[in-house]
């Protein structure tokens, strides 16, 4: 199974973010194709494939990803599904990337208001969250900071009559995965995130029982 990225111009840290990744699906994903990455291609990367891709909607980050894997799912050499990975997210132990599931944390429909007005991405996901009841679709919050295996013929299909180019846009995989799968595992500790500043001990600690890092900017 292949693997796509999506780079934008937002790294704070020189696209280390990738290295690291990288790194962990080499060392930890079983059963890995080819590696694309769509959009951005920093000049350290080797050996993988480069798909040139602009981010055309100012303010809209989760619709810009959607433009890029739209632009992924239009290739013919990439497998007919790929794991769709982020540059913060780290793979911590050996892992078939075939069995990774479409992973959610908690139903959207349980969340007071006060939570959707936390920062600007709560605002897009609380959009989500009525697009979902629109359409009579589950609620579930897969955007999770995980990994997700999209297929590429479903894809464009889910998005095809979605307003996701919209204002701040929609979540991605909140509306892909409550559209394409009727059930799916809650997250139950299998990721961390590293969002502070902590010493190696407690990252050592934090992560020892751990499949799936997450780290942001302060991480």
Same mark, same amino acid.
Request: net charge positive; proline share 6%.
């Given at each position: ?74 290739? $013919? #050499?990439?497998? =007919?599904?790929?794991?769709?990975? *982020?540059?913060?997210?780290?793979? +911590?132990?050996? @892992? ?12 959207? $429909? #349980?969340?007071? =208001?006060?939570?959707?007005?936390? *920062?600007?991405?709560?605002?897009? +996901?609380?959009? @989500? ?13 897969? #955007? ?76």
């Amino acid at each position: 199974m292949d693997i796509v990225y999506v780079l934008g111009n937002g790294s704070t840290w020189n696209n280390n973010e990738i290295r690291f990744s990288l790194r962990s699906i080499e060392k930890n994903l079983i059963g890995i194709g080819n590696v694309y990455v769509v959009g951005l291609k920093p000049a350290f990367l080797k050996n993988v494939i480069h798909i040139p891709q602009s981010d055309p909607l100012p303010g809209n980050a989760d619709g810009n990803i959607i433009l890029k894997i739209l632009r992924a799912c239009r290739e $013919k #050499d990439p497998s =007919d599904e790929f794991l769709f990975i *982020n540059d913060d997210h780290i793979i +911590l132990k050996k @892992t078939k990337v075939e069995k990774i599931p479409p992973y959610w944390k908690l139903d959207l $429909k #349980d969340c007071p =208001d006060k939570y959707y007005r936390y *920062n600007y991405w709560r605002t897009r +996901l609380r959009l @989500t969250y009525e697009y979902l009841l629109r359409n009579n679709l589950p609620t579930r919050h897969h #955007d999770c900071h995980t990994p997700i295996i999209l297929d590429k013929h479903k894809f464009p299909e889910v998005f095809k009559d979605v307003p996701f180019h919209e204002g701040v846009g929609l979540t991605m995989k909140s509306v892909y995965a409550n559209t394409v799968f009727k059930e799916a595992p809650i997250l139950n500790g299998i990721k961390k995130t590293v969002f502070n500043h902590f010493t190696y001990a407690e990252i050592t600690e934090r992560l020892k029982a751990t499949q799936f890092l997450a780290i942001n900017d302060e991480g």
